[in-house]
């Protein structure tokens, strides 16, 4: 899949972040560039769509959905830092679409497991989750001015974190899912490795599929397909694919 990784702020002067027990600039930085390392070593793409210069706020805003847009990413990811009265704590996913919800869900799933306050996923039309052509989420990972929050923060951990709540891979390949789900083909298609990139793929990237049912280990609804994880590589040497949702559906077993 294509990222496109927004780390919040960091145009000086007109956008800057919080200053708290540590500045919010320092710490988007940290963990957006461990993110992007994180996902390319996963054999992902990840466009760094910080802006470095803007003439004003909204012009860096633009700047970071203008190249998420241009480079066609898969899912927007913008990061960020909460700031409030030293004593409000924890980390808030914001989303607006259906799609984005469900990203947004499963990273704030894995950043909770750091031991932070959950404060939810918020439905917020933030600019940069407005206008972008594609899923999008924006995270306050936790509070620059609570101590409680500086003190457990790891940029490195944070970013293990998102990069798993993005691509569901887990450090234990033996980990059992928390639902089991049966994908049922009712026509016969083809699975492939993205729905964006669809148009490009070579005829060896494409997986011809025949109707059936089918067990897989995760799934989520994305722009029309279902990505779903596949219990071992025995389809085209991966087991991440995307399916047409027209021609498919997901049954979740109990």
């Known amino acids: ?15 800057t972040g919080a200053t708290g027990i540590k500045q919010e600039d320092i710490l988007t930085k ?10 390319k070593a996963a054999g992902h ?3 760094d769509c910080t802006a470095t210069s803007a003439s004003s706020v909204n012009d860096s805003l633009r ?17 960020h830092f909460n700031k409030f009265n030293t004593i409000a704590n924890g980390t808030e996913v ?15 799933k894995e950043i909770l497991k750091l031991g932070f306050k959950d404060r939810g996923v918020k439905n917020t039309g933030f600019f940069v989750l407005k206008n972008t052509q594609m899923p999008a989420i924006l995270i ?14 790891d940029a490195e951990k944070m970013a293990e974190a998102i990069k798993h709540g993005l691509i569901g891979e887990s450090n234990d390949d033996e980990a059992k899912p928390d639902k089991n789900y049966i994908l049922e083909i009712t026509k016969t298609t083809v699975l492939k490795p993205s729905t964006e990139q669809a148009s490009e793929l070579s005829k060896e990237s494409l997986i011809d599929i025949q109707p059936g049912s089918y067990p897989v280990l995760d799934v989520r609804f994305e722009e029309n397909h279902y990505w779903v994880k596949w219990p071992d590589k025995s389809k085209g040497n991966r087991n991440e694919h995307f399916v047409f949702a027209g021609y498919a559906k997901v049954i979740e077993k109990d």
């Open 94 to 108: 914001f989303a607006i679409s259906n799609a984005s919800k469900g990203i947004a869900k499963s990273v704030i």
């Open 45 to 47: 793409t990840a466009i």
């Open 63 to 79: 700047q970071r959905v203008n190249k998420a847009n241009a480079n066609n990413v898969n899912v927007f990811v913008s990061i």
């Open 140 to 153: 306050e990972c936790c509070f620059c001015d609570a101590k409680v929050d500086m003190d457990r923060f």
């Open 30 to 39: 940290a963990v957006g560039t461990q993110l992007i390392q994180k996902l």
């Open 1 to 15: 899949m294509k990222f496109g990784i927004d780390m919040g702020h960091n145009c000086p002067p007109h956008d």
